[in-house]
């Protein structure tokens, strides 16, 4: 497996490769690895996608807002070496800040609408550092396909209308969300969680599990859903809501019924610590 650190080299690496006529898949990601990341390059590789994969590591400042954990957010790059290198990623991208903000740097991408709602409201820069920084992933790695967890399924949506309006040639994946075993969903920031946390952060899947079943159950309406999983959450002393949305996927709408295709997504702080989850019915 490569390290490669400077852009240019990255660039130079990409452009060789994809001359040779094989098919490169990138895995962005900010680092700690565990296993959501590591599926998303088992992904990549299904299927005959693509012939080698990129996996980037870089803890993105932009996305961060200054009140955020950038400064605590958990980093652990012999561990994350190791772990990308156990699934067969063939080059790790590791950039510093200096080279993907050079001094000066003053443009951005930006999503207009589709940030705005869900976790946009709390965090109202975010989604621009994530599709400013994955526009110049995009450029340096030219992957035909980029793999996204669905974890994130905002971002992903958000990605996938970027892509769509500046014509980026390449084909997004959305990777299913990998779970512990009790079904909170995997992620770096669940390092945080106390042992008491640990166990309240279940409510965020709980209350999703509330939701299908409704849903599976006939029920449509988005009000009497979103209740059920708001008052499931209530229980929770360290819980506090940050949001339920209920919305279609291609520009993250309220929908009052639900339908098949519909993304549920919600975010609810344990402690300090803001967590999120989602189903797609
Ligand atoms: P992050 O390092 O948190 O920025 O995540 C990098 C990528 O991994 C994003 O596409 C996430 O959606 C994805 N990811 C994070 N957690 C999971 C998970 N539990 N299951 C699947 N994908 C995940």
């Known amino acids: 497996m490569e390290i490669i650190s400077s852009p240019y080299d990255m660039q130079q690496w990409a452009g060789a490769y994809r001359q040779s006529g094989r098919r490169l ?17 088992r992904t990549a590789r299904e299927q005959g996608r693509c012939d080698a994969v990129v996996m980037s590591i870089y803890v993105n400042p932009t996305q961060f807002a200054p009140h955020e954990d950038l400064a605590a957010y958990p980093r652990d790059f ?6 990308a290198e156990s699934v067969g990623t063939d080059v790790v991208f590791y950039p510093d800040n200096h080279a ?11 999503v207009t609408e589709m940030t705005k709602t869900m976790c946009g409201r709390s965090r109202p820069t975010h989604f621009r550092g994530v599709t400013t920084v994955v526009a110049k992933l995009f450029h340096i790695v030219q992957p035909h396909v980029a793999v996204f967890g669905q974890k994130d399924a905002q971002q992903f949506f958000v990605l996938r209308r970027m892509v ?44 999703l599990a509330i939701a299908k079943n409704m849903f599976d159950h006939h029920e449509t309406c988005a009000a009497a859903i979103r209740d059920a999983m708001s008052r499931h959450i209530l229980k929770y002393p360290t819980a506090r809501l940050d949001y339920i949305a209920l919305v279609e996927t291609e520009r993250l709408t309220d929908v009052q019924t639900l339908q098949k295709g519909h993304l549920i997504a919600l975010a609810v702080f344990i402690g300090n610590t803001r967590l999120i989850d989602n189903i797609i019915l």
Request: charged letters at 20%.
């Open 25 to 41: 898949g990138l895995v962005p990601t900010m680092g700690y690895l565990h296993d959501g990341h590591l599926s998303l390059v």
């Open 78 to 83: 012999e561990r994350d070496k190791a772990l």
């Open 100 to 110: 993907m903000y050079p001094p000066y740097a003053q443009t951005f991408v930006e």
């Open 164 to 207: 769509n309006d500046l014509m980026i040639p390449v084909e997004l994946i959305m990777a299913p969300i990998i779970r512990e075993p009790d079904g909170l969903a995997m992620s770096s920031r669940n390092v945080y969680l106390n042992p008491q946390e640990r166990k309240e952060a279940l409510c965020l899947s709980q209350s």
